[in-house]
């Protein structure tokens, strides 16, 4: 987009930021009006109300004032309690700073690590906004692409770490992944953690989806691998485990080391999350386990149902997800998938995220979040499948 030439500078980086394809796609299809919507990343269930509960009691009990920056204490110790099973060695509250979303923990992140001149390495296809962060900071992103194999999707990890030089702050490893629903093996995990202790690089780990997986409690996790003291960001959400994406709460599992910096930068960000929302924070972790396994039954049902139907199409490659909640599926014959997208929303009424907004290797595919009512799902799928013929 060219610069506005009426108003004063804005930073070349900034102005040279590219929309949105899946912003671009959702735009179009909001202006037409009845679109069924599997373009986002967000659970269909709302909030359940044991956590709605507690977010007025809360209100009521006046907790509508700043808080700590590194978050409300009883959250940070019910997220302890929550992570020390889950990763089977304790992790302490200390090492947990509350943030004002996932995506808000990826920016303080990305502005205490990136400079001019450094470089992220991270893996391809990805979700637009955790690359665009690098390049606001005026950094660049060096992805390395995944490849669909009958697998599932594949890291060659020589090859991540080959393109790490000097000037490499941090590999940002999104896993479970957005769009592929990749998930990298603990082994992996293993390896690159000794790979970044020996040159003395950062591991940013956005583990946002570490509970959405179909084999197993979940996914594995560079906590489990990371003694307290090695250079690993842990990046959590309460968005999609507990169907909060409208409540912008994450957390960050650091070093101590960094600690300081990480609640410097919250507190010159957001000050810290919102403090009500952080009271109910405590009893999702405290009391979700319940919902997360009905969450991951209903998308398992989702991801069956979209993979019976379309697998079967002689224009589509896809593999099975392993993690998160959705298809990224590969059409043949499709070079732009944002006019394949917005014909689909046109001439069907169903909204997916073009593959060619997740950077180099997301052309010629297509992601559909199948976290919807089964029936829903039934009828994006008919309506697709009439377009394909
Ligand atoms: C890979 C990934 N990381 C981070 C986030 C951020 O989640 P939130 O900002 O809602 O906590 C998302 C949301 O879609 C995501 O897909």
Redesign the pocket.
């Known amino acids: 987009m060219p610069h506005p030439e009426s108003l004063p500078v804005i930073r070349p980086d900034i102005v040279r930021l590219a929309d949105s394809g899946i912003r671009e796609v959702a735009h179009f299809g909001m202006q037409l009006g009845g679109v069924t919507p599997l373009w986002?990343?967000e659970p269909d269930l709302p909030t359940p109300d044991f956590i709605c509960e507690a977010a007025n009691q809360a209100l009521k009990a006046g907790h509508v004032f700043y808080t700590e920056s590194a978050g409300v204490p009883a959250l940070r110790q019910a997220l302890a309690d929550y992570l020390t099973p889950l990763n089977g060695k304790p992790i302490r509250a200390d090492r947990i700073v509350v943030t004002a979303?996932?995506?808000?923990?990826?920016q303080i992140v990305m502005q205490s690590l990136v400079d001019y001149g450094t470089n992220v390495v991270t893996t391809s296809p990805?979700?637009p906004?955790?690359a665009e962060t690098v390049r606001i900071m005026g950094g660049e992103v060096r992805p390395v692409e995944l490849t669909m194999g009958n697998e599932g999707w594949q890291l060659d990890l020589d090859r991540l770490l080959e393109a790490c030089d000097g000037n490499t702050r941090a590999i940002f490893i999104?896993s479970p992944?957005?769009p592929t629903g990749w998930v990298m093996p603990s082994e992996q995990q293993r390896q690159l953690v000794a790979f970044a202790r020996e040159k003395g690089l950062w591991i940013i780990a956005?583990e946002?989806?570490d509970r959405m997986v179909y084999e197993g409690r979940r996914a594995p996790s560079f906590l489990e691998i990371a003694g307290e003291d090695d250079p690993v960001l842990v990046?959590n959400?309460?968005?999609?485990s507990w169907s909060m994406?409208g409540w912008?709460?994450?957390w960050i599992t650091a070093p101590p080391g960094i600690i300081p910096t990480l609640l410097k930068m919250n507190e010159f960000n957001t000050a810290s999350a919102a403090t009500f929302a952080q009271h109910a924070g405590i009893v999702a972790v405290q009391q979700g386990e319940d919902f997360i396994a009905r969450s991951v039954a209903r998308y398992r049902e989702g991801r069956d149902i979209v993979y019976d139907r379309l697998s079967r199409h002689p224009r589509i490659r896809m593999v099975q997800p392993k993690g998160?909640f959705y298809h990224f599926f590969a059409l043949d014959g499709m070079t732009d998938s944002v006019a394949f997208a917005k014909r689909l929303v046109a001439e069907q009424r169903v909204g997916l995220a073009p593959g060619a907004a997740f950077g180099p290797g997301g052309e010629g595919h297509l992601r559909l979040c199948f976290a919807s009512a089964p029936a829903t799902l039934h009828d994006c799928l008919d309506r697709i499948e009439t377009l394909l013929g």
């Open positions: 986002f990343g979303s996932g995506m808000n923990a990826i990805l979700w906004n955790c999104n992944n957005n956005d946002v989806y990046i959400s309460f968005s999609k994406t912008r709460m994450g998160a």
